[in-house]
């Protein structure tokens, strides 16, 4: 489908380098927006904007670290420059670290008696890697938003892309600072949303169920290729089967952004997952 609405704007995409965030960028490309892609790895987002140029786009990489607003200011000087003032605003930058993440998925008793350490308990969580995983996630959606919607407001047509997770309606076991933070980014999506509404900026989000990407590919796959056990549990909690594929958030993304089909849409968080998130078990 041709989003005509689309053709010209100006879309920044933070994570763009990414596997989900680069197909994103990729799939405003093809309708035309000019796209500037926004990576810490300056490598992997010239790559997307490659990609993107390639297939007869327009499209920057940018280097920058969202939680750094001198970077984030120095990166918007440049879009600016290249592309014109921002229209649509992805905050897509965000990610996991083990220092976050639990060994076991429930505390037994045995691991209160013994210490064993190659596990990892709630009580072993490292605070800073806590604190790190969730301001990758949330202050990396708020900086971002503070230095890119000064252009935005009053702007006609502008809205803002927030990237949650179905984790923020069902925490997964082991990453407890993970599925915090999105549920963060889909409680400011709400907040924004309010907050915006009279300078005509929309805030929605997407929320990816289970899609297999660099970032997950060894909770979900043994170096063999065979599916782990997490593999096996997540499958069988989803209704259709399968992971997802990137190319199938571009429908919710594009619905989003062309007011055309969602200019009353606001504060809402669309879920993609297969029907994993309204699946009981039983």
Known sequence: ???????????????????????FAKALGRQGVKVAVLDLNEAAAQA???????????????????LEPESMEQARKVVNEKLG???I??????????????????????????????????FDLDPQGISF????????????TQVFARDMADKQNTCIIMVSSMNAYRPLTKIPAYSAA????????????????????????????FFSTNQNKTLLWNEDGTPTARTEKILAATPM????????????????????????????????????NAYSGV
């Open 1 to 23: 489908m041709v989003h005509e609405n689309l053709k010209g704007r100006v879309a920044v995409v933070t994570g763009g380098g990414g596997v989900i965030c680069g197909d």
């Open 48 to 66: 997307v904007a490659d990609e993107i140029t390639a297939a007869g786009g327009e499209a920057i990489a940018v280097g920058c670290n969202v």
């Open 85 to 87: 003032t921002c229209d």
């Open 89 to 122: 605003l992805l905050n897509g930058a965000g990610g996991n670290n083990p220092k976050g993440t639990t060994t076991k998925e429930t505390l037994e008793k045995i691991d209160l008696i013994e210490k064993d350490e190659n596990v990892k308990t709630f």
């Open 133 to 144: 995983v969730f301001n990758l996630n949330f202050l990396g959606t708020l900086i971002p």
């Open 182 to 209: 999105k549920a963060a980014v889909k409680n400011f999506t709400e907040f924004m949303a309010v907050h915006f509404a009279e300078v005509g900026i929309r805030v929605n989000a997407i929320a990816p169920g």
């Open 241 to 276: 089967k399968r992971f997802g594929e990137t190319e199938e958030l571009d429908g919710a993304l594009l619905f989003l952004c062309d007011e055309a089909y969602s200019s009353f849409v606001t504060g809402t968080t669309i879920i993609v997952d297969g029907g994993f």
